[in-house]
């Protein structure tokens, strides 16, 4: 008894670590050591439910956290920034597979015990959950690392297979609860059943839409966290999951208000899979890097707009480099940052940062698009979709209503691009026809290098 | 009563966490994503019970299991947090 007064005093102390680190999380300036309390936090914790565990052997523990740090800090440290997306997704698929894992021990220790009804349900939902977070996540790193195809798969029949998978899972968990025990089949359907659910509910999903699936899979895995917290009655998995669980949840949010889509739609719909919009026709003006340099010599605003082109060329440290020299010329430089640009919510902002970009000269959509029309020049690198006029134009465009950076309103426009093909959603782009728009065909980070040459 | 309790717990964490994340700038999107992403690996507190049991093998090689994962989110979500906020400067730090 008196251990587990002083492991919930603990506890509470981790609690309240986990929320000051959260909240200073909410600036640049406090952020690190945001970072720092909140893994203090985790510290106490963790010892603290060692020794409230009154494990009788180490062998098991000291082995598996051995593995895991082993792994986790090699990952943390070898991935390239633009790889974040892919590390987030396995890191939360690990926080799954780990909920799934004691929800699912519990049953075995309280071999011989009657699991009450409530608990029982806490398991399958710790079971459910946590399954879902560790396939899904699986299947979103696969399509964001592209080794498995990225596109929305949509095939006959999806809904009613869906359909039938959830119920049953409500079947296969209600028989459960009736007779909880470690052996009962319907346990190993549940299994079975929640891996099953994960890959089924990212499948349709498209690469585009990855920012949303990644803020729910991890608002997910805290959820988990949450569920095994109840099963196994411990107050910090219940607080911290909740924390988790909560502000994956705003983030999806933020995210779909960017693409003006409800979740339901993100989550089901395919997207790009079968809508069409009007083709647009007209003539591209290219513009060589030399006369390129002309215009930025003269220009006295200038605003990047990256999106996930801007990752794959890796041209991240040529743009600041860039902006460095604009500066020096006197001219006001600014990247503007479209909420869902990227594959996970701020994406743009680490890489740019990365490339020792200061965060005060990123800006977001709301705050540049007042002030676009003051812009000489804006440089769209390898961003489509979050500056196609077609989303505020045209309303058969699948984006229609979705808030863009109005790039086209600027006085000159130029988008870097390594061929005519349409961005992720497959949807035609009328800025690339603009009578202000310049295409600079070729690898972004050529294009760039080879502007700064002209400077140099 | 163990339930209410709990749920109540759960009730104002929920709230809690609303009003905490709901003021973050979206240049800390990713870092705070994944920062909360190592937060969730505090399952890692609930595996030792599992883990150390040494009275049945089956509990004892899935807590095992979980405790290795979870170590994996942990260890790996701090680290990788805090190597991005490393990277964010300001103006007048350069």
Not at chain 1, 433 to 440: A, C, E, H, I, S
Request: with cysteine; charged share 10%; glycine share 10%.
């Amino acid at each position: 008894m008196d251990i587990e007064i002083y492991t919930n005093l603990a506890y509470i102390v981790a609690a309240a670590l986990f929320i000051f680190g959260l909240k200073m999380l909410g600036s640049p300036a406090t952020a690190r050591r945001g970072n720092a309390f909140s893994s203090m936090a985790m510290l106490i914790a963790v010892i603290a439910g060692l020794i409230g565990s009154q494990a009788v052997s180490y062998e098991v523990i000291i082995v598996g956290i051995l593995v895991g740090a082993l792994i986790g800090t090699l990952s943390a440290r070898l991935v390239a920034m633009t790889s974040m997306p892919e590390l987030v997704a396995l890191f939360n698929g690990s926080g799954g597979a780990s909920s799934l894992l004691v929800g699912w021990a519990t049953l075995y220790y309280s071999e011989g015990e009657v699991v009450p009804t409530f608990t029982a349900a806490t398991i399958v939902l710790a079971i459910l959950i946590g399954g879902l977070t560790f396939t899904g996540s699986l299947i979103a790193y696969g399509k964001l690392s592209e080794r498995i195809n990225s596109a929305a798969l949509v095939f006959s029949g999806q809904r009613v297979l869906n359909s039938a998978l959830l119920l049953a899972i409500v079947a296969c968990a209600f028989l459960f609860c009736r007779e909880p025990s470690a052996t009962s089949v319907y346990l190993y359907a549940l299994l079975g059943l929640a891996l099953l659910l994960g890959v089924m509910a990212v499948i349709p999903i498209g690469g585009a839409d990855m920012p949303v699936v990644i803020s729910l899979l991890n608002s997910y895995s805290g959820i988990a966290a949450c569920a095994a917290g109840f099963a196994v009655g411990n107050n910090i998995l219940i607080v911290a999951g909740a924390l988790v669980g909560a502000s994956g949840i705003i983030l999806t949010n933020i995210m779909c208000k960017a693409m003006n889509r409800s979740l339901a739609n993100v989550l089901f719909s395919g997207f790009g899979a079968a809508k069409t919009a009007k083709a647009v026709e007209g003539e591209v003006k290219p513009i060589s890097v030399e006369d390129a340099y002309y215009i930025l010599e003269a220009a006295s605003n200038v605003c990047f707009v990256p999106g996930y082109g801007m990752a794959v060329a890796q041209a991240q440290h040529v743009v600041k480099e860039l902006g460095k020299i604009l500066e020096a010329n006197g001219c006001e430089v600014s990247y503007a940052i479209h909420p869902v640009a990227g594959r996970m919510p701020g994406h743009m902002n680490v890489l740019l940062a990365e490339a020792d970009v200061p965060y005060e000269q990123l800006v977001e959509m709301d705050d540049i698009n007042p002030r676009i029309e003051n812009v000489d020049v804006a440089i769209v690198i390898g961003a489509n979709d979050v500056v196609n006029p077609s989303a505020r134009q045209d309303p058969d465009s699948p984006i229609y209503g979705m808030p863009i950076i109005n790039v086209d309103q600027a006085r000159t426009v130029f988008v870097l691009k390594r061929s005519m093909a349409s961005g992720f959603s497959g949807v035609d782009n009328p800025l690339f026809f603009g009578d202000n728009t310049r295409m600079l065909f070729g690898d972004a980070k050529e294009s760039i290098s080879g502007v700064i040459g002209e400077f140099g | 009563m163990d339930i209410i309790f709990l749920t109540f717990i759960l009730v104002l964490s929920v709230f809690l966490g609303f009003e905490l994340i709901s003021k973050v700038p979206a240049t800390l999107h990713t870092p705070l994503m994944s920062g909360a992403n190592a937060i969730s690996g505090i399952t890692l507190a609930g595996a030792f019970l599992a883990a150390g049991a040494t009275d049945n093998d089956m509990a004892s090689w899935l807590g095992g299991a979980a405790v290795a994962f979870a170590t994996i989110n942990v260890i790996g979500g701090y680290l990788v947090t805090d190597r991005m906020l490393g990277m964010f400067k300001s103006k007048r730090g350069q």
